[in-house]
């Protein structure tokens, strides 16, 4: 779809496609023909809406051709609500009496131009008439001799009155006034008291199920209360889209131009370089008679361990350290210590160069997995102990992580108040090889310290009620 | 030699005159339109180059941000600040099953619904980089998802309040300068944009926003005058949410239990209505009466002069019978329940009312009992208008214009209007109020009226005195000069028809109401028209030197200061901050 077109539809479909108002459901378009054989192919048609039985013929509308509904839905809009004969609902939001009864125009079509937009349209006819009108002198004229720099400079010169900045050159004391709008076909609309009478009186007999919610008004170009007056929208377009990065926007994704393909030309995800984090309980040895942590309600007032994983992406060795504040944010304070805040990950090189190496790791990144459960104090009789790396393999290092939840003493809690999580900063250094990426020009062995720190929020569970937990 | 002066001589008459005459405007014949230059024809040394390309345009609000295209008559999205919109990815549980029917925790009146704000004006325990925050994510929405256009290079339009603390103004900006690569940006005022697509130069403009309701006198595009109540639609809200409440324990007390009940009541600083249900309600019911005794017909239109011709208001509108007390019987409204959506609650019609009249008109309460900062909306207008001088207030009183999300409300523009004038009547312009007042001024009536008496008396003694010049009374007696007839003036009478001729008549004196689009449509509307703003940002000079980089001096003074005028050649020196100072 081209730029212009967006600009000028917006990034909503400009076919056949609409969205229903009420549901948000497409809308079908199917004939109304009373002769069955020949609905397939011939009108009159409207739109319907599979779920709720909406269809355009609530406000009146049919349509004469099944193609580009688009422009005729567009059509309908300029004509207020239909130009089928209807008693038009929209009554209570026209400014009846501020029609001039002096004007020549027919009833129909001030009615027809009472909407916002055309009074939008007729005020930006207006003024740009009042600005050439306000500013008579050619441009090439003025004064001082030069340009007149722009010629709607007067509305210009009188925006700046009340702040006091003046643009315009020595031509001000010339040029007569703006004056206001002065009738309806230049834009003005008086309040009718009256006006809302009719809607209030609406309001009371059809009582809350015609009236629009505030989702459906939402989906609206102008809002309106009553669900008589909502129009089908053409749904939002899906985009494909490059992102930059928001400090130097530098391309960090784009998509492949091809309409049909899902690929990428460039894809720089974050999850390349930076160590993905995972995190699961430490269950207390089976002998002691601590209960096991559930996540769902992680025991308050009681430390409780936790593992945390470090997986390496890069194919450097990575030094971590990782910090944390002391007390969770948030309005309940629960302590966290990392007890081995500073370790190494190491390389994630090929396992095939980890094969042909040393094989100092014990364990192959294959079983990193989160569904074995560990227990301190297990098989090995291990306990987690400050300062020391839980357990390291090729390209991943666990640590332990003690969290003392406080306790949740209020009945009635805010949504997600009890949601432990804990953030924590996590700072990395590692020496790149720049022989790797390709940027050997000296084709020396040179290394480059690299760092990179950034904040990041492991959410962990729901912290068990202090009641609850006592009672189980 | 002779060649060549020929040669300079003819050379603007063959090039230049012919180009001038066809542009120059015949007098006699009607305007031609004019031709606009294109940007390369426009002075190079012009500050702010308008870009080929259109603004964006964007509005923040207490509530909602609205993006759009300049030249359009409505913004292209209007997005929340609610918990709704800052939900992490992923997080579906709006739809789950049973949400609707969670237990809602009962909030404190004072931080009720605070989460659904994108900012507070007081600035304590306000999280700056939070609203930062919401601001990027509601734009980074809008231009992704609504506007589909990349920032970078767009000129904005922004749409802010104009008082403002500079924290806040200093985020907003550092905001969009920072994480959008935006050349610049203007910032334009509400009342003043609100005035402008109203297709007025002049009005009282009383935008009824969420936290605070602003009346802002404009005259001639200037803010003259500036009143504000927190009687907005945040208590509107949070009224509707008690009404719902009440209801709702009163017809589901056998299925919540007693005990709750009992408990609900006692608390009466505690809401347990969530902000969705009660502005759902508000947006869907909510209505206003017309002030009682009246008929919504106003007998002020039928007071209106006669020569107001086009502009008029109605006065031969068809109203049927539309009586207030047609409205006060009481039709039962199925809707539903707050505590679960399944049951619906009765809530007679009338009750829908109440929440608008007692929190935007405070029908219940004194006048004593009212602070300055929550007058009640007519109570603010009457003020406002009474502190505008003489000739302006009569220019603005007709122009009311109602902005701001509590105009959507049926019926209160027309009772706004109602109440406003009923007190102009009971009134009369006067500042003081009170009973001392209503006892001076019943005096000085009496004073007057005995004047009046004796002096009929005088004159009466006078001719029975001197019966010798009871022909000629008007010579003897001299009046005082404040009862002496107007001496026309010849001169000025034949100026002022001549005013009369080239301008239309201007409404003024009574009370009136004019529609507005909003403010996003008249900075679109203005955007549209390339009409330069006086507040202009640029980039390089925000980010250099923060807002103490604006220049002081303009703020001081409304008036137009000519010598300092000039635009700035290469955008170096300074950038105002004009009202937002």
Redo the contacts between chains.
């Keep these: 779809m081209p730029l212009s077109v967006i600009k000028s539809e917006g990034p909503r479909c400009s076919r056949n496609c609409f969205n229903c108002p009420i549901c948000t459901a497409p809308l079908a378009t199917s004939s109304l023909n009373p002769d069955p054989e020949k609905r397939a192919v011939s009108g009159p048609w409207v739109l319907s809406c599979g779920f709720c039985n909406w269809s355009t013929l609530e406000l009146g509308w049919q349509f004469e051709n099944k193609k580009n509904m688009h422009q005729q839905v567009a059509k309908l809009r300029n004509g207020g609500q239909s130009r089928f004969a209807r008693t038009p609902p929209t009554d209570f939001a026209k400014s009846g009496g501020s029609e001039p009864p002096s004007e020549t125009e027919t009833p129909f079509v001030s009615e027809l131009d009472d909407t916002p937009d055309a009074a939008f349209a007729s005020f930006r006819s207006f003024y740009s008439s009042q600005l050439s009108a306000s500013n008579p002198a050619d441009p090439l004229l003025t004064p001082s001799g030069g340009f007149n720099y722009s010629s709607p400079s007067s509305l210009a010169r009188i925006m700046s009155l009340y702040t006091g900045r003046s643009f315009g050159k020595k031509d001000t004391g010339k040029s007569s006034l703006m004056r206001e709008t002065s009738d309806f076909s230049e834009g003005l609309r008086i309040v009718d008291p009256t006006c809302d009478d009719e809607a209030i009186r609406k309001l009371r007999t059809e009582g809350w199920t015609r009236t629009a919610s505030v989702a459906q008004q939402a989906g609206q170009h102008h809002a309106s209360n009553f669900v008589a007056n909502l129009r089908p929208m053409p749904p939002l377009l899906r985009t494909k889209r490059s992102k930059r990065c928001r400090a130097c926007r530098h391309l960090l994704v784009k998509p492949e131009q091809k309409v049909q393909s899902t690929r990428f030309r460039i894809r720089l995800v974050a999850l390349n370089y930076i160590p993905t984090i995972s995190f699961k309980p430490l269950q207390p040895s089976p002998s002691t008679e601590l209960p096991p942590i559930d996540l769902k309600a992680i025991p308050p007032l009681r430390p409780s361990q936790f593992l945390l994983t470090l997986k390496n992406p890069l194919f450097d060795v990575v030094k971590v350290t990782l910090a944390t504040p002391v007390q969770a944010p948030g309005r309940y304070s629960h302590k966290v210590t990392i007890l081995c805040p500073e370790f190494e990950i190491g390389s994630n090189v090929d396992q095939w160069d980890e094969a042909l190496g040393d094989g100092k790791s014990q364990r192959s990144s294959k079983f990193l997995g989160l569904s074995k459960v560990e227990y301190a104090g297990g098989e090995s009789g291990r306990v987690a102990e400050a300062g020391k790396v839980w357990e390291k393999g090729r390209n991943w290092t666990t640590v332990v992580v003690e969290v003392v939840c406080a306790a949740i003493t209020e009945n009635e809690s805010e949504e997600d108040e009890d949601v432990l999580e804990i953030p924590v900063f996590v700072r990395m250094e590692w020496e790149a090889d720049l022989e790797r990426e390709g940027k050997d020009e000296a084709k020396t062995e040179r290394k480059e310290k690299r760092e990179l720190a950034y904040w990041t929020v492991v959410g962990v569970g729901r912290v068990g009620k202090l009641g609850a937990a006592s009672t189980s | 030699m002779a060649t060549a002066a020929g040669y300079f001589d003819r050379k603007p008459s063959s090039a230049t005159r012919p180009r001038?005459s066809h542009?120059?405007?015949d007098p006699s014949s009607p305007?031609t339109?004019?031709?606009?230059?294109s940007s390369a024809?426009?002075?190079p040394s012009?500050s702010f180059r308008?870009s080929e390309e259109e603004p964006l345009i964007f509005e923040f609000g207490t509530r909602h941000f609205s993006a759009g295209?300049a030249?359009?008559?409505?913004p292209?999205c209007?997005l929340g600040f609610g918990?709704e919109e800052s939900r992490r990815v992923g997080d579906y549980r709006k739809w789950m099953p049973g949400y609707a029917e969670?237990?809602r925790?009962?909030r404190r009146v004072d931080i009720w619904g605070d989460d659904h704000e994108l900012w507070r004006m007081d600035l304590r325990g306000l999280d700056m980089g939070l609203v930062g925050d919401k601001i990027e994510r509601a734009v980074r929405e809008a231009v992704?998802?609504?506007?589909?256009?990349d920032m970078?290079g767009k000129r904005l339009v922004v749409v802010l309040p104009s008082l403002m603390p500079h924290p806040l103004l200093n985020t907003v900006l550092g905001t969009l300068f920072t994480?959008f690569?935006n050349p610049g940006i203007t910032l334009l005022s509400p009342p003043?944009l609100s005035t402008?697509?109203?297709?007025?130069?002049?009005g009282l403009v009383v935008d009824i926003g969420w936290r605070e309701t602003v009346v802002a006198g404009i005259y001639?595009?200037?803010?003259v005058h500036e009143n504000r109540t927190t009687r907005a639609m945040q208590m509107v809200t949070l009224e509707m949410a008690r009404l719902l409440e009440k209801h709702d324990t009163e017809q589901r007390k056998d299925a919540t239990k007693p005990v709750d009940a009992v408990k609900e009541e006692a608390d009466d600083t505690l809401v347990a209505v969530d902000l969705?249900q009660a502005?759902?309600v508000t947006?869907?019911?909510a209505?206003c009466r017309?002030r009682l005794g009246h008929t919504?017909?106003?007998p002020?239109?039928k007071v209106l002069p006669a020569q107001l011709?086009?502009?008029?208001?109605?006065?031969d509108?068809p109203?049927e019978s539309?009586t207030s007390s047609?409205?006060n019987e009481d039709?039962p409204?199925?809707?539903?329940s707050p505590s679960s959506p399944r049951v619906s609650i009765h809530i007679p019609?009338s009750a829908f009312a109440l929440p608008v009249e007692t929190a935007l008109l405070g029908d219940s309460l004194q006048r004593y009992e009212l602070d300055d900062h929550d007058q009640p909306l007519h109570k603010l207008i009457y003020r406002s208008l009474l502190a505008l001088p003489p000739d302006v207030r009569a220019v603005c009183m007709s122009r009311?214009i109602?902005t701001g999300g509590g105009s959507?409300i049926?019926?209160?523009?027309?009772r706004l209007?109602?109440e406003v004038a009923a007190l102009v009547e009971a009134r009369g312009w006067d500042s003081v109020e009170g009973k001392a007042a209503d006892e001076r001024r019943r005096r000085l009536k009496e004073i007057s009226g005995n004047r009046q008496l004796t002096k009929a008396k005088k004159v009466e003694t006078n001719n029975a005195n001197n019966p010798m010049n009871s022909k000629t009374p008007g010579e003897n007696i001299p009046l005082p000069a404040s009862q002496a007839p107007q001496v026309t003036d010849p001169i000025e009478e034949k100026i002022r028809r001549e005013q009369e001729k080239?301008?239309?008549p201007?409404v003024s004196g009574v009370i009136?109401?004019?529609?507005t689009?909003g403010a996003w449509?008249g900075a679109?509307?203005?955007a549209?028209?390339?009409?330069?703003?006086?507040?202009e940002i640029e980039r390089d000079a925000f980010l250099q030197h923060g807002l103490a980089g604006a220049r002081r001096d303009?703020e001081?003074?409304?008036?137009?200061?000519?010598g300092?005028?000039r635009?700035s050649i290469g955008g170096q020196t300074g950038w105002?901050l004009?009202?937002w100072a």
């Design positions: 001038l542009l120059q405007p305007h339109p004019q031709r606009t230059f024809f426009n002075s012009l308008i295209y030249g359009e008559s409505a292209r209007r918990p969670r237990k925790k009962r992704t998802k609504h506007l589909l256009v970078k994480r690569q003043v402008v697509v109203a297709g007025l130069r002049s001639d595009y200037r803010e969705e502005e759902e947006t869907r019911m209505w017309s919504p017909t106003s002020k239109s011709g086009n502009a008029s208001i109605a006065e509108e109203t539309a047609d409205f039709i409204i199925l809707i539903p019609f009311i109602f959507n049926l019926g209160l523009k027309a209007m109602d080239a301008t239309r201007t009136r109401g004019v529609e689009l449509a679109s509307l203005l549209s028209l390339r009409i330069k703003g006086v507040v303009a001081a003074s409304a008036a137009p200061q000519r300092m005028a635009p105002t004009g009202p």
